[in-house]
């Protein structure tokens, strides 16, 4: 079953007085590009994070936002950086003897760094107990995540069905008008040698043969039995389970190839019709694909 990489899901779960926010959004990308949003202090989760996301998705840009709220009163336990309060005081009388002030440096100038002078301790048991909140709340998320890629999936893996099947009924049409359009080009081929060599004593089997070689450059048997398996192959591969994105693409290519050649080998109005269809197909097909995991 196709499932696509664009998605979104939200979860939250509380574990004591910690509660965890967990949002989760996916676009469609060539390889897996995980980003994550939340404090510093949850860092030491990064590699569990990732790990538990690359088991949901395989492609795809994924943005993780994680929020801790405490459902009560928390105290914070701050830190004074002194080393770095007395490089920033310092700083500060070199300003001054510099600008010629004589104003007093006084506590007041320094909290205006308060975010370089204080920090928050962050100890294990905080951390550990912030996992506890964080691991269900992720796990429900990327199950969200996943149930939305899957329903965008069941969705264009229907589209997708309803235009290959299209182009397997256009390529069916040429199919049977190609041995008439190849007995019609070597027909016409005798009739202009007829006429190009009238009085003119020519040796037929020489003849035959030159227009043999000449209407060899019509017949499209070897690409319309290429197209019709890649055809097979790509229906096959929609029911495949797993990462099947880049193999449908490739069949795209394969197919707009095949395709191709047979409208620069046949000259004729109504193939050339049903060869522009195809490749419409195929090109709505290609866009499709480009998001499917």
């Known amino acids: 079953m196709l499932q696509s990489m664009t998605g979104y899901g939200r979860a939250e779960y509380t574990h004591d007085d910690i509660k965890a926010v967990v949002e989760v959004r996916s676009v469609n990308h060539r390889f897996l590009d995980i980003s994550l949003r939340m404090s510093r202090s949850l860092y030491g989760l990064e590699k569990y994070i990732r790990k538990e996301v690359s088991t949901y998705a395989a492609r795809g840009k994924v943005d993780v936002s994680i929020q801790l709220e405490h459902t009560a009163a928390h105290d914070l336990s701050l830190r004074l950086n002194t080393q770095q309060a007395v490089q920033i005081a310092d700083l500060l009388r070199q300003l001054q003897q510099a600008a010629g002030c004589t104003d007093k440096l006084d506590t007041a100038s320094l909290l205006t760094f308060k975010d370089l002078i204080f920090e928050q301790q962050e100890l294990e048991s905080d951390l550990e107990a912030s996992q506890h909140a964080i691991e269900p709340a992720l796990k429900a998320a990327l199950q969200a995540l996943q149930a939305m890629q899957m329903d965008e999936g069941e969705e264009?893996?229907?589209?997708?069905?309803e235009r290959i099947t299209t182009v397997q009924t256009c390529v069916e049409k040429i199919e049977?008008?190609?041995?008439?359009?190849?007995?019609?080009r070597q027909e016409?081929?005798?009739?202009?040698?007829?006429?190009?060599?009238e009085g003119v004593i020519v040796d037929e089997s020489r003849v035959t043969q030159e227009i043999a070689l000449l209407a060899d450059r019509s017949d499209v048997t070897e690409e319309l039995v290429r197209l019709k398996s890649h055809i097979n192959q790509f229906q096959q591969w929609l029911d495949a389970q797993g990462t099947i994105g880049r193999k449908l693409d490739f069949l795209m290519q394969e197919m707009n190839r095949e395709i191709n050649t047979v409208g620069s080998k046949i000259s004729d109005s109504d193939i050339a019709l049903l060869v522009?269809?195809?490749?419409?197909?195929?090109e709505k097909i290609r866009e499709q694909i480009q998001n499917i995991m």
Do not use: G, M
């Open 156 to 161: 264009t893996a229907r589209d997708i069905r």
């Open 176 to 184: 049977l008008s190609a041995p008439q359009l190849l007995s019609q």
């Open 188 to 197: 016409t081929l005798r009739e202009k040698i007829k006429n190009l060599c």
């Open 276 to 282: 522009v269809e195809v490749k419409n197909e195929l």
